[in-house]
C-alpha cells in the first residue's frame, strides 16, 4: 500500500509517523512545500522575541531524522500542483528539479492555511510582514536585529498578534495594536477580554479599537499606516495578523466537495473522495454543540484528525473524530487567557436561549503564597444546565481549569456535572473549594433561581431612577470608586439599615465579585422584598467591562516625591482580595512617620489603581507601580498632597440642559451638546419647556380635539423643527432657508438628524408636563421616545449631573 501526505507540520507530520507504527511495510511519501516538516509554530513569537534563544529547539523533527526513524520518503521544497483522481496521480513541482507525478493508493491532505493580506494600498512595502512559518519568522527575527527598540505595528489582536506585541516590548519595542472589533481575542466575551486590554495598557502597549488600516504608506525608513477614522500612525516595522485562509484550491480543482470556508470530511476524516483523507487548518468539521460546521485552527484538533485519519486509512473507516470545542490558551505579559467553547456572543448570535456566572476566586489557598485571582465565567443552557462555554483568566492556574471545563463541554455536560467533578486540594495547589467548583455552585444557584441576576450591560443600560443600587461593599471600598447612583450599605450592616430599601422599586445589589452581593440578596429575599437581584461578577467586572480607556498607574498627577529614605517599609499584601490590601495599607500608613515610604507587593490586579485613588482621598502620595509575574509593587509616601474633599455619593458625570427657546440656531446648539457628552459615556437629559417643545413637535401630527386656548395656540407657534427660525438674521424665513442650506452643502448634519442621533445615543427627551397643559400640546404631537415629566423629574436628574445648561 501506498500513502501519499501533502503536507507537513501538526497534521501531515503527525499522520505519517502514525501510519509507519500502523503498517512497517507500507510506502510513505510526505510532500512539503517548505524546507521544514514538522516545527513549533506557537513558538515562533518567543523566538523573535528572545524568550527562546537556540533556533533549532522550534524543530520537532528535522527531516532528514524524521526520513530515517521512521522511513519515510521526505520531500521538502515540492509543491503538489494537482490531483487527479480517477488516474490517482498528484503533479509535483520539485523546487529544483522541475515537475513530476506521483502515484497513490490513499492520499492524505493536509495543506495547511495561509496568512490574510488584504489588497491595501501600500500593504507590499517593506518592513510589512505576517507570521505563519519558519522562513516568516527568519525575516522578522533578521529586521528586529538590524532595527533594536523601534516602533511596531501590529494589525490584528488575536492569538498570534499579542503574542507578538509581549515579545516585541520585551525586545525594547514601541508596540501599537490596531484591532477592527470592539475588542482583542475574539473567541472571549467582551467582559473578559476588558482584562486583557487593561494588561496590554500597564505594559505600554497602546491600543486602537474599533478601527482598520486603510493603507500603508512608506516614507524613507518609517511606514505610515492610515486608519479608517483618520488617524496615522508611524511604525518602523508592521506585522500582519488578522487572521488566516485555509488552503482549499488543491482541493477544490481536485472535485473534492468543499463547505463554507473549509474542506468537507466525514467522521473518519474522509473527503468526497473515499481515497482521499484531509486534517488540519483546511477542514471544515461539525462543532459539537452547534451541529454547524467549523473551521478550527488549532495544533491540538489537528494532531487528534491525524490520528484519527490514519488509523482509518490503514485499517478501514474504524475510528471516529468527535469534533473539537476550540479550547485554546494564550500567555499575555503576566496574564493567562483561557477559553473553550462558546461564548456569550456567539451563543447570542446564533440565537440560542443562554444565562451565564463569572466568578472570582483565588488561583490557591489565599494563605498559601503566591495566591493570584481567577476569574471563570460560563455559559449554559438556563433550564437543562448543559455547560455551552468557559473563559478562565488570571495570573496563575487558568490552564488546568480550562482542561476540565472543556471535558464536560465537549461531552455536552452539565453544571451538575461540574459541581461533581473531584479536584485535588493542597494549599499550593488549589483551596477546598475549587475556583471552577464556585463557578458550578454560583451557575446552579442561577438555574434553580435562588440568585437572580443582573448583568453588566443590562445595568449599564438600566435608566437609574427605575431602580435602587445597593453597594455591600465596606466604606472604604466604596469611597475608592462606586456604580453611578449607588448607596452604600455593607453586608454586615444591612440587616440594621434594612428600614432605609424602598420596596416599591427593583434592587440590584453588588459587591466586589458577586458572594456578598449573593448574601445581601438572601437576606433581603428573607426579609419580604421579592425583586432583588444580585450583580454577577461584581464590581470588578462592572469597572472593567464599562471602562472606555485604557491606561497604567503613573505618578503625572502627582506631586514629585522626596528622595527615597535609606529604609522602607515592605508590606505584603498578597493573596488578598479587595478590600484587604487597602486595609492593610491603612493600618501601616497610620503607624509611620510623616514622610516615611512603604512598598506594598499585592497580587490583586486593581490594586495599584484602588491605591492611587486611595492616596487622592487620603492626602498621601503615589510614587510609583510596577508589575512583574503578575506581582503589583506599589511604592506610597505618607504625606505630601492635601486629601480630596468626601463625597456623600459616588461621584456623578451626568449632563442636563434645559430647552427654553425654539430658535433653529439655539435648537442645532443644543442637540450638538447633547451628542457630544452623550459620546462621552455620560448620562444625558434634556428637559424641554415653554418654547421648547417645539423643538420635538412631530412633522405629521394626528387630529387632536381641542379647545380654544389650545387651538390658538396651535395656530400661533411653529408646528415643527421645520418651521423653526434663527434668532438673528431669519428675514422672514429666508436666513433659515439659507443656513440649512450652507448645512447641507458643508455636510453638517441637519436638526432633525441631530436630534435623531441623540436619541439613538440614549439622550432622555423630558417635556415638561405643565408647560404642555397651558399651551394644550397632547404627548400624541411630539416625537417617538420623549417621556412626559415635571420639575421633580428634572430636579432629580440635575442633583445627579455635573453640569446643567439653561438654552
Same mark, same amino acid.
Given at each position: 500500500?501506498?500513502?501519499?501526505?501533502?503536507?507537513?507540520?501538526?497534521?501531515?507530520?503527525?499522520?505519517?509517523?502514525?501510519?509507519?507504527?500502523?503498517?512497517?511495510?507500507?510506502?510513505?511519501?510526505?510532500?512539503?512545500?517548505?524546507?521544514?516538516?514538522?516545527?513549533?509554530?506557537?513558538?515562533?513569537?518567543?523566538?523573535?522575541?528572545?524568550?527562546?534563544?537556540?533556533?533549532?529547539?522550534?524543530?520537532?523533527?528535522?527531516?532528514?531524522?524524521?526520513?530515517?526513524?521512521?522511513?519515510?520518503?521526505?520531500?521538502?521544497?515540492?509543491?503538489?500542483?494537482?490531483?487527479?483522481?480517477?488516474?490517482?496521480?498528484?503533479?509535483?513541482?520539485?523546487?529544483?528539479?522541475?515537475?513530476?507525478?506521483?502515484?497513490?493508493?490513499?492520499?492524505?491532505?493536509?495543506?495547511?492555511?495561509?496568512?490574510?493580506?488584504?489588497?491595501?494600498?501600500?500593504?507590499?512595502?517593506?518592513?510589512?510582514?505576517?507570521?505563519?512559518?519558519?522562513?516568516?519568522?527568519?525575516?522578522?527575527?533578521?529586521?528586529?536585529?538590524?532595527?533594536?527598540?523601534?516602533?511596531?505595528?501590529?494589525?490584528?489582536?488575536?492569538?498570534?498578534?499579542?503574542?507578538?506585541?509581549?515579545?516585541?516590548?520585551?525586545?525594547?519595542?514601541?508596540?501599537?495594536?490596531?484591532?477592527?472589533?470592539?475588542?482583542?481575542?475574539?473567541?472571549?466575551?467582551?467582559?473578559?477580554?476588558?482584562?486583557?486590554?487593561?494588561?496590554?495598557?500597564?505594559?505600554?502597549?497602546?491600543?486602537?479599537?474599533?478601527?482598520?488600516?486603510?493603507?500603508?504608506?512608506?516614507?524613507?525608513?518609517?511606514?505610515?499606516?492610515?486608519?479608517?477614522?483618520?488617524?496615522?500612525?508611524?511604525?518602523?516595522?508592521?506585522?500582519?495578523?488578522?487572521?488566516?485562509?485555509?488552503?482549499?484550491?488543491?482541493?477544490?480543482?481536485?472535485?473534492?466537495?468543499?463547505?463554507?470556508?473549509?474542506?468537507?470530511?466525514?467522521?473518519?476524516?474522509?473527503?468526497?473522495?473515499?481515497?482521499?483523507?484531509?486534517?488540519?487548518?483546511?477542514?471544515?468539521?461539525?462543532?459539537?454543540?452547534?451541529?454547524?460546521?467549523?473551521?478550527?485552527?488549532?495544533?491540538?484538533?489537528?494532531?487528534?484528525?491525524?490520528?484519527?485519519?490514519?488509523?482509518?486509512?490503514?485499517?478501514?473507516?474504524?475510528?471516529?473524530?468527535?469534533?473539537?470545542?476550540?479550547?485554546?490558551?494564550?500567555?499575555?505579559?503576566?496574564?493567562?487567557?483561557?477559553?473553550?467553547?462558546?461564548?456569550?456572543?456567539?451563543?447570542?448570535?446564533?440565537?440560542?436561549?443562554?444565562?451565564?456566572?463569572?466568578?472570582?476566586?483565588?488561583?490557591?489557598?489565599?494563605?498559601?503564597?503566591?495566591?493570584?485571582?481567577?476569574?471563570?465565567?460560563?455559559?449554559?443552557?438556563?433550564?437543562?444546565?448543559?455547560?455551552?462555554?468557559?473563559?478562565?483568566?488570571?495570573?496563575?492556574?487558568?490552564?488546568?481549569?480550562?482542561?476540565?471545563?472543556?471535558?464536560?463541554?465537549?461531552?455536552?455536560?452539565?453544571?451538575?456535572?461540574?459541581?461533581?467533578?473531584?479536584?485535588?486540594?493542597?494549599?499550593?495547589?488549589?483551596?477546598?473549594? *475549587?475556583?471552577?467548583?464556585?463557578?458550578?455552585?454560583?451557575?446552579?444557584?442561577?438555574?434553580?433561581?435562588?440568585?437572580?441576576?443582573?448583568?453588566?450591560?443590562?445595568?449599564?443600560?438600566?435608566?437609574?431612577?427605575?431602580?435602587?443600587?445597593?453597594?455591600?461593599?465596606?466604606?472604604?471600598?466604596?469611597?475608592?470608586?462606586?456604580? *453611578?447612583?449607588?448607596?452604600?450599605?455593607?453586608?454586615?450592616?444591612?440587616?440594621?439599615?434594612?428600614?432605609?430599601?424602598?420596596?416599591?422599586?427593583?434592587?440590584?445589589?453588588?459587591?466586589?465579585?458577586?458572594?456578598?452581593?449573593?448574601?445581601?440578596?438572601?437576606?433581603?429575599?428573607?426579609?419580604?422584598?421579592?425583586?432583588?437581584?444580585?450583580?454577577?461578577?461584581?464590581?470588578?467586572?462592572?469597572?472593567?467591562?464599562?471602562?472606555?480607556?485604557?491606561?497604567?498607574?503613573?505618578?503625572?498627577?502627582?506631586?514629585?516625591?522626596?528622595?527615597?529614605?535609606?529604609?522602607?517599609?515592605?508590606?505584603?499584601?498578597?493573596?488578598?482580595?479587595?478590600?484587604?490590601?487597602?486595609?492593610?495599607?491603612?493600618?501601616?500608613?497610620?503607624?509611620?512617620?510623616?514622610?516615611?515610604?512603604?512598598?506594598?507587593?499585592?497580587?490583586?490586579?486593581?490594586?495599584?489603581?484602588?491605591?492611587?485613588?486611595?492616596?487622592?482621598?487620603?492626602?498621601?502620595?503615589?510614587?510609583?507601580?510596577?508589575?512583574?509575574?503578575?506581582?503589583?509593587?506599589?511604592?506610597?509616601?505618607?504625606?505630601?498632597?492635601?486629601?480630596?474633599?468626601?463625597?456623600?455619593?459616588?461621584?456623578?458625570?451626568?449632563?442636563?440642559?434645559?430647552?427654553?427657546?425654539?430658535?433653529?440656531?439655539?435648537?442645532?446648539?443644543?442637540?450638538?451638546?447633547?451628542?457630544?457628552?452623550?459620546?462621552?459615556?455620560?448620562?444625558?437629559?434634556?428637559?424641554?419647556?415653554?418654547?421648547?417643545?417645539?423643538?420635538?413637535?412631530?412633522?405629521?401630527?394626528?387630529?387632536?380635539?381641542?379647545?380654544?386656548?389650545?387651538?390658538?395656540?396651535?395656530?400661533?407657534?411653529?408646528?415643527?423643527?421645520?418651521?423653526?427660525?434663527?434668532?438673528?438674521?431669519?428675514?422672514?424665513?429666508?436666513?433659515?432657508?439659507?443656513?440649512?442650506?450652507?448645512?447641507?452643502?458643508?455636510?453638517?448634519?441637519?436638526?432633525?438628524?441631530?436630534?435623531?442621533?441623540?436619541?439613538?445615543?440614549?439622550?432622555?427627551?423630558?417635556?415638561?408636563?405643565?408647560?404642555?397643559?397651558?399651551?394644550?400640546?397632547?404627548?400624541?404631537?411630539?416625537?417617538?421616545?420623549?417621556?412626559?415629566?415635571?420639575?421633580?423629574?428634572?430636579?432629580?436628574?440635575?442633583?445627579?449631573?455635573?453640569?446643567?445648561?439653561?438654552?
Amino acid at each position: 500500500m501506498k500513502y501519499v501526505i501533502i503536507g507537513g507540520v501538526a497534521g501531515g507530520a503527525t499522520a505519517a509517523a502514525r501510519l509507519r507504527r500502523q503498517d512497517e511495510n507500507c510506502d510513505i511519501v510526505l510532500i512539503e512545500k517548505g524546507k521544514h516538516i514538522s516545527y513549533a509554530n506557537c513558538g515562533l513569537p518567543y523566538y523573535i522575541g528572545g524568550v527562546i534563544t537556540d533556533r533549532d529547539r522550534l524543530f520537532v523533527q528535522k527531516p532528514e531524522a524524521f526520513s530515517r526513524r521512521f522511513r519515510i520518503d521526505v520531500r521538502t521544497e515540492n509543491e503538489a500542483m494537482s490531483i487527479n483522481t480517477e488516474a490517482k496521480v498528484v503533479i509535483i513541482k520539485d523546487k529544483e528539479h522541475g515537475t513530476y507525478s506521483e502515484s497513490y493508493d490513499k492520499l492524505l491532505l493536509a495543506p495547511g492555511s495561509s496568512p490574510v493580506r488584504p489588497p491595501l494600498p501600500g500593504i507590499d512595502s517593506e518592513g510589512i510582514f505576517t507570521l505563519r512559518n519558519v522562513a516568516d519568522t527568519d525575516r522578522i527575527k533578521d529586521f528586529i536585529d538590524n532595527h533594536p527598540k523601534g516602533r511596531a505595528i501590529i494589525v490584528g489582536g488575536g492569538f498570534i498578534g499579542l503574542e507578538m506585541a509581549e515579545n516585541l516590548v520585551h525586545a525594547g519595542w514601541s508596540v501599537s495594536v490596531v484591532e477592527m472589533g470592539e475588542q482583542v481575542l475574539a473567541p472571549i466575551d467582551y467582559s473578559m477580554a476588558s482584562f486583557v486590554h487593561q494588561e496590554l495598557a500597564d505594559h505600554g502597549v497602546r491600543l486602537h479599537l474599533g478601527k482598520a488600516v486603510q493603507s500603508f504608506e512608506k516614507i524613507g525608513e518609517a511606514i505610515n499606516a492610515m486608519l479608517s477614522d483618520g488617524q496615522r500612525l508611524t511604525a518602523d516595522m508592521v506585522l500582519l495578523s488578522i487572521g488566516v485562509r485555509p488552503n482549499t484550491q488543491l482541493a477544490k480543482d481536485a472535485g473534492l466537495s468543499l463547505g463554507k470556508r473549509g474542506i468537507s470530511v466525514n467522521k473518519y476524516m474522509q473527503t468526497s473522495d473515499a481515497d482521499i483523507y484531509a486534517v488540519g487548518d483546511a477542514v471544515e468539521y461539525a462543532h459539537p454543540i452547534t451541529g454547524e460546521p467549523w473551521l478550527n485552527l488549532l495544533a491540538g484538533p489537528a494532531n487528534r484528525q491525524a490520528r484519527v485519519a490514519a488509523d482509518n486509512l490503514v485499517k478501514g473507516n474504524v475510528e471516529t473524530y468527535e469534533g473539537s470545542v476550540g479550547t485554546a490558551v494564550a500567555k499575555v505579559f503576566s496574564l493567562t487567557v483561557a477559553s473553550t467553547g462558546l461564548p456569550a456572543k456567539q451563543l447570542k448570535q446564533r440565537g440560542i436561549a443562554y444565562a451565564s456566572s463569572t466568578t472570582t476566586s483565588a488561583s490557591h489557598a489565599s494563605y498559601y503564597p503566591g495566591s493570584f485571582p481567577l476569574t471563570t465565567k460560563l455559559t449554559f443552557d438556563p433550564k437543562t444546565g448543559q455547560l455551552y462555554g468557559a473563559q478562565c483568566i488570571g495570573h496563575d492556574g487558568a490552564d488546568k481549569r480550562i482542561d476540565q471545563l472543556a471535558l464536560i463541554v465537549k461531552r455536552k455536560g452539565t453544571i451538575a456535572d461540574l459541581i461533581a467533578l473531584e479536584q485535588a486540594y493542597a494549599p499550593p495547589f488549589s483551596s477546598a473549594k *475549587d475556583p471552577i467548583a464556585i463557578a458550578g455552585y454560583v451557575a446552579g444557584n442561577i438555574i434553580n433561581g435562588s440568585m437572580p441576576v443582573i448583568y453588566w450591560r443590562e445595568l449599564r443600560d438600566t435608566d437609574r431612577k427605575t431602580i435602587t443600587i445597593i453597594d455591600t461593599r465596606t466604606k472604604e471600598e466604596y469611597a475608592l470608586d462606586a456604580i *453611578d447612583g449607588a448607596i452604600n450599605i455593607p453586608l454586615d450592616d444591612l440587616r440594621e439599615r434594612i428600614e432605609e430599601i424602598p420596596h416599591d422599586k427593583p434592587i440590584v445589589l453588588y459587591c466586589a465579585v458577586g458572594l456578598r452581593g449573593y448574601l445581601a440578596q438572601r437576606i433581603l429575599l428573607g426579609h419580604g422584598f421579592t425583586d432583588v437581584r444580585n450583580l454577577s461578577g461584581g464590581y470588578k467586572l462592572y469597572a472593567s467591562a464599562t471602562r472606555t480607556s485604557w491606561s497604567t498607574s503613573t505618578t503625572e498627577d502627582q506631586p514629585k516625591a522626596k528622595a527615597a529614605p535609606a529604609t522602607m517599609l515592605r508590606l505584603d499584601a498578597c493573596g488578598l482580595s479587595c478590600p484587604g490590601p487597602i486595609i492593610k495599607l491603612k493600618e501601616t500608613i497610620d503607624s509611620m512617620a510623616e514622610g516615611s515610604q512603604v512598598e506594598v507587593t499585592a497580587t490583586d490586579p486593581g490594586f495599584p489603581r484602588d491605591a492611587k485613588a486611595w492616596c487622592k482621598s487620603t492626602g498621601n502620595s503615589f510614587i510609583s507601580a510596577s508589575e512583574e509575574g503578575g506581582l503589583h509593587k506599589v511604592v506610597i509616601s505618607k504625606g505630601g498632597t492635601p486629601p480630596a474633599p468626601p463625597q456623600a455619593t459616588a461621584p456623578q458625570r451626568n449632563k442636563t440642559l434645559i430647552m427654553f427657546s425654539d430658535d433653529l440656531d439655539r435648537a442645532i446648539a443644543t442637540f450638538v451638546l447633547a451628542n457630544g457628552a452623550a459620546a462621552t459615556g455620560t448620562k444625558v437629559s434634556i428637559f424641554f419647556t415653554f418654547w421648547g417643545l417645539n423643538v420635538i413637535k412631530k412633522e405629521h401630527k394626528p387630529r387632536l380635539k381641542k379647545d380654544f386656548f389650545g387651538k390658538m395656540f396651535s395656530w400661533m407657534l411653529p408646528s415643527s423643527s421645520r418651521k423653526l427660525h434663527l434668532s438673528r438674521m431669519s428675514f422672514f424665513g429666508l436666513g433659515d432657508r439659507l443656513i440649512r442650506h450652507i448645512m447641507r452643502r458643508k455636510n453638517i448634519e441637519q436638526l432633525e438628524d441631530l436630534r435623531r442621533a441623540a436619541q439613538k445615543a440614549g439622550v432622555e427627551f423630558i417635556a415638561c408636563q405643565m408647560t404642555m397643559d397651558m399651551m394644550g400640546i397632547a404627548k400624541e404631537e411630539l416625537i417617538d421616545g420623549v417621556t412626559v415629566g415635571g420639575v421633580a423629574t428634572y430636579m432629580q436628574r440635575a442633583e445627579q449631573a455635573n453640569v446643567n445648561l439653561f438654552i
